[in-house]
């Protein structure tokens, strides 16, 4: 089962929710970029290429990363696990 990151902005309030594994394949793609950046110095476009890739990417794991609402970037974080059941709050 799917996990996600539950994240509460701290400037207005906002829970959104995120994929653990989004986040990790985001994270493995950036790093494989970067280094295919500098695997194709003797080849510009591809190069280029690979650089624009690696952007791409960490502008996506920013995205992931910031309060839809209103772009903060300060939060708090839970990690939901949705394999385990609910934990009863006891009385």
Do not use: Y
């Not at 799917?2 to 950036?30: I, M, T």
């Not at 591809?46 to 939060?75: D, I, V, Y």
């Amino acid at each position: 089962m799917p996990q996600e990151h539950q994240r509460q902005c701290q400037a207005c309030g906002k829970v959104w929710h995120s994929l653990v594994s989004r986040e990790k394949q985001v994270e493995r793609d950036n790093k494989s970029n970067s280094c295919n950046v500098c695997a194709q110095m003797c080849n510009p476009a591809a190069q280029l290429q690979a650089k624009h890739n690696a952007e791409t990417n960490q502008s996506e794991l920013s995205r992931l990363r910031q309060c839809p609402q209103c772009g903060s970037a300060n939060f708090n974080e839970r990690i939901i696990d949705h394999s385990k059941p609910p934990q009863q709050i006891p009385r």
